[in-house]
């Protein structure tokens, strides 16, 4: 999953909204004077004052401190309200020139400082970090308001509006026009002073709710991992994992080993660890991580953060949080998405049934004597799979060394299909030490972008996995796409290969679809470049490029033995396509739940009381059919940092929606000759390119040659009988 799209109600042409997705609404009292006086001081010194002189104009990682962030932010706030103050005050009749364009190019010393903040405070924090984070958050909210509720400046882009169809605008300008237009309105330009005013105490509040979940959350998961002195606990785990865990204990100073918790409901040492009593209490802990009745309780936090999006839509207009945050997606309603959703639940809970009655004969005919529970599935699945189809992750795992999975994987099969190339930077500087950067090129040997990659987890880094942007593509300022991708994969033991799971492997390639669609970029205006598109649009290009991952002549070219390197034998991979589609129902029915859950408190009137979040949860799963004991949601309510964090609010079902379009998409592949140039070279050009410079419907509609279905989705997954892999 990526995070580069806002929280709240920031509009993706206010670019600063765009990066800073956990502080996304809020209020700063004072103006542009008084945030003057306030902020430390700034000037030439400070590694943000200027764009930066290196490639791409890559962050100097090399001169920035913690202490440089706060001053450019804040000085940068100071700037861009200048600039929209001058654009508000003109005297000139409003024109997209003198009014769009110049907010385009506005708050570039606040991108600069705020993107690259926002990537460190998310990915190696620290006290200091999270200090300044606290701070900025209401005054990114309020940077937001001043804008957005700016009557002045809302009267020239009404106006521009109105008169759009005189002014001879190319599609994209006209694209931005009704996209900034639309993005006022949703912000409450429209509202009374009186309402803009409680508007702003709301975006206040909720801004920093937002920032503390967050703060909560990371600390709370560090909290919960398991630590045991006892060798035994851990039977099954291999050599590398027992060596990682021992590491990580060491790393806190701590005897014997740590195992750390991802942020998923489930863990993947789950697949590994023979003790079930171990199983258990780590669940347990992943479980209630965030429930524990101490400081890093996130529940009534997230019981308050609902309540008031829900207040906050009624003053906007809408009946509920989610039909105010779906009017411009590809769904349009709430309804839709339920509708969509819920055709879903009983196909995949009766896979999951008919795969839980598997486990629950291989426990039996272990003579467990115990009824499958949620800390079973994962390890008591493994055995299904090794009985059916003779695999396991250890035979597996030696194939997938996380460096040729890059190299010889992901960026291999761009090459493929696009025809770009990779060449590694040492010279560029990095923010950590396990940071590694790559230029580059297209077809024709120009540069095209800057990739990070940031894969190991650390205590210090958010969970789960993620891509962002340094410098956004735009041809009005001149800037190529400086991208990078977060995961957070078991780092191994010093010396070891960092040997990863088949879904670790789907990890990297879906994160580099998102990367993809940001590298491809070319469009004029920053606001509509790369991934600023509606949600249930965005992970369709990640999604669609994990299909390349177990692709043939992409799969032979990266799974080779790291000692030998081996291709790997053709009875292996035979026995991983086969078995590729064994727990789609857990893991559908898991991410339904999850997305039922987000919609369901997403949902709610303002004639709800405030929430008890754990009563709530199970009556929304109830209510779905979806409480189901041994197939937990993938989040809880409690530690929901996509929803609650990181602008997913009412939209977590989009990883659902885009698997649709994904996978119709890589049927198109399929009926088109599959992998070529040609293929790659059409998708580039008509949908990684073109960003949100046009409908989205009508974008897939014009590559795909018909609307997506959902039978393809149907048959790869195999949720309709007699259905195939492929």
């Excluded at 110049?102 to 600069?112: A, I, N, T, V």
């Excluded at 590809?330 to 486990?359: C, W």
């Excluded at 940001?518 to 469009?523: D, H, I, K």
């Amino acid at each position: 999953m990526r995070r580069a799209v806002d929280e709240e109600n920031m509009p993706n042409i206010l670019r600063t909204s765009i990066v800073l997705v956990a502080v996304a609404t809020g209020l700063w009292c004072g103006g542009a004077g008084d945030a003057a006086a306030a902020a430390p001081a700034f000037g030439p010194a400070n590694p943000f004052y200027a764009a930066s002189t290196l490639p791409f104009q890559a962050p100097p990682f090399d001169k920035i401190k913690d202490a440089d962030y706060q001053p450019a932010i804040e000085a940068g706030m100071v700037q861009q309200l200048a600039e929209i103050e001058a654009i508000a005050e003109s005297p000139l009749a409003p024109t997209f020139d003198n009014t769009l364009v110049p907010m385009e190019k506005s708050g570039q010393l606040l991108e600069r400082a705020s993107a690259v903040f926002n990537a460190v405070s998310e990915s190696n924090t620290n006290p200091q970090l999270q200090a300044v984070k606290a701070d900025l958050a209401p005054k990114f909210a309020a940077q937001h308001d001043e804008i957005y509720l700016n009557a002045k400046l809302f009267a020239r882009v009404a106006a521009v509006y109105k008169a759009r169809d005189s002014q001879h605008l190319d599609p994209e300008s006209r694209r931005l026009v009704e996209y900034t237009y639309d993005e006022f309105v949703h912000s409450g330009a429209n509202l009374s002073m009186k309402d803009k005013a409680t508007l702003r105490k709301m975006n206040a509040e909720l801004s920093t709710l937002s920032d503390t979940f967050s703060t909560k959350l990371l600390a709370a998961t560090k909290e919960a991992a398991w630590h045991t002195a006892s060798r035994a606990a851990l039977a099954g785990l291999s050599d590398a994992g027992l060596a990682a865990a021992q590491q990580a204990a060491q790393s806190r100073k701590l005897d014997g080993y740590v195992l750390a918790l991802q942020n998923t409901t489930q863990q993947p040492v789950f697949v590994s660890l023979e003790d079930r009593a171990t199983r258990r209490t780590i669940f347990e802990n992943s479980w209630g991580r965030a429930e524990r009745a101490d400081a890093n309780d996130t529940r009534a936090t997230v019981a308050r953060m609902a309540q008031l999006r829900a207040l906050r839509a009624a003053l906007l207009g809408f009946k509920n949080h989610a039909a105010w945050k779906l009017g411009d997606q590809m769904a349009k309603t709430p309804e839709a998405a339920l509708g969509f959703m819920d055709a879903l639940v009983p196909v995949a809970t009766a896979k999951a049934a008919r795969e839980g009655a598997d486990i629950q004969a291989q426990i039996d005919a272990r003579h467990g004597g115990f009824t499958l529970e949620a800390w079973d599935w994962e390890f008591y699945g493994e055995q299904v799979r090794k009985a059916r189809y003779s695999i396991d992750d250890a035979q597996i795992k030696p194939y997938f060394e996380l460096s040729n999975v890059l190299v010889n994987g992901v960026f291999y099969a761009a090459n493929q299909l696009y025809g770009i190339t990779f060449s590694e930077r040492k010279d560029i500087p990095v923010y950590q030490p396990d940071v590694r950067v790559f230029e580059v090129r297209d077809v024709d040997g120009k540069p095209l972008a800057l990739f990070y990659c940031d894969y190991f987890k650390r205590d210090n880094k958010n969970g789960g996995a993620w891509m962002s942007n340094f410098v956004t593509q735009s041809t009005l300022l001149g800037t190529l796409p400086v991208i990078y991708n977060v995961a957070n994969l078991p780092k191994p033991a010093a010396g070891e290969p960092a040997l990863i799971s088949f879904d670790d492997v789907r990890t990297m390639f879906h994160e580099f679809g998102h990367a993809l669609h940001g590298m491809f970029a070319n469009t004029r205006y920053p606001s509509l470049s790369g991934t600023a598109t509606a949600r249930d649009f965005v992970e369709f290009p990640s999604q669609f490029n994990e299909h390349w991952a177990n692709y043939a002549a992409i799969f032979n070219h990266y799974a080779k033995h790291y000692k030998t390197g081996e291709i790997m034998p053709k009875d292996l991979v035979d026995k991983i396509v086969k078995s590729e589609n064994a727990d789609e129902g857990y893991r559908l029915t898991e991410l339904l739940a999850a997305a039922e859950l987000d919609m369901q408190w997403h949902m709610l009137g303002t004639d709800a009381p405030l929430q008890n979040p754990d009563e709530f949860e199970k009556r929304a799963l109830q209510r779905v059919h979806l409480d189901l004991r041994a197939i937990p949601p993938r989040y809880r309510s409690s530690y929901f940092s996509h929803i609650w964090a990181n602008g997913y609010s009412a939209g977590y079902y989009a990883y659902l929606w885009t698997q649709m379009l994904d996978d119709d998409a890589f049927q198109w592949f399929e009926d088109h000759g599959g992998l070529t140039r040609a293929n790659g070279d059409r998708f580039r050009q008509m949908v990684l390119s073109r960003g949100n410079t046009e409908d989205l419907a009508g974008l897939y509609l014009a590559w795909r040659g018909k609307p997506p279905s959902i039978d393809a989705m149907m048959k790869y997954r195999e949720l309709t009988p007699g259905a195939a892999t492929h």
